[in-house]
């Protein structure tokens, strides 16, 4: 059991690094970004930007997860389910500062693509 909380953490600390290191990059190589970013005033390109970026911090954390878990699939699960529930108590927050679609389109990739990438990571071996 030890095992696989440790699992779901490395799992969250990969969707996080992923997510900083990208939001850090668009913020200093994308000046235009930079500038939306202050007021959630993005474009349609922004938007679809940050839902990719945000869908490969979600597969690095199902990969990760796997990974430390050997492979074990309540980890993934956790680890997905966990950024299910912190994201979706964030994006009510900030419901009216994005489109619906993006709300929908976010929340609902979260658990299919952390499977995804668990499934696409071998585990590792003890």
Do not use: N
């Amino acid at each position: 059991m030890a095992r696989e909380w440790k699992a779901v953490v490395a799992g969250w600390a990969a969707w996080l690094l992923v997510a900083a290191v990208a939001g850090v990059l668009a913020k200093v190589l994308w000046p235009g970004y930079a500038e939306a970013a202050e007021g959630h005033r993005f474009t349609l390109t922004m938007l679809l930007v940050r839902l990719g970026v945000a869908a490969v911090a979600t597969l690095a954390a199902g990969a990760v997860a796997a990974w430390f878990a050997g492979g074990r699939w309540r980890a993934i699960l956790l680890t997905g389910g966990g950024l299910l529930l912190v994201s979706l108590v964030r994006h009510v927050q900030i419901w009216d500062q994005y489109p619906v679609w993006y709300h929908i389109v976010y929340l609902g990739y979260l658990l299919p693509l952390t499977v995804l990438g668990g499934h696409c990571c071998p585990p590792r071996c003890d």
